[in-house]
């Protein structure tokens, strides 16, 4: 199957911790830059992190040292593993597939919602 599947979404308080999970087909895990984006209301999506095929990362200044991206390539998977989370984290996190050299039209995943609420 040609998408990406998110889960790991939920409910969690200030200061807590979720872990994020995508599975993608193999062909498109092994190639791609694998990423996470996540979108508030009324805000545009923006990205969070992203790993290449070869490991390199990439984090927004909002979560550096607080998230972690990693892949697993026994399940064809990126983790995102989210720590200390605050209220401004919340939104709806989108999993990420795109290859730039050559282009290639990228993937999304469905979504999988994130609340940090006390």
């Known amino acids: 199957q040609e998408q990406l599947v998110e889960s790991g979404g939920g409910l969690v308080q200030p200061g807590g911790s979720l872990r994020l999970s995508c599975a993608a087909p193999a062909r498109i895990f092994r190639s791609y830059t694998m990423g996470w984006y996540r979108q508030a209301p009324g805000k545009q999506r923006e990205l969070v992190a992203h790993?290449?095929?070869?490991?390199?990362?990439t984090y927004a200044d909002s979560v550096k040292g607080r998230f972690a991206i990693s892949r697993d390539s026994a399940q064809n998977a990126v983790q995102l593993q989210m720590n200390s989370l605050k209220p401004e984290d919340t939104a709806i996190y989108y999993c990420n597939a795109r290859m730039v050299f050559p282009v290639r039209p990228d993937y999304w995943g469905q979504g999988t919602q994130v609340t940090v609420s006390s």
């Open positions: 790993i290449t095929s070869a490991g390199s990362t």
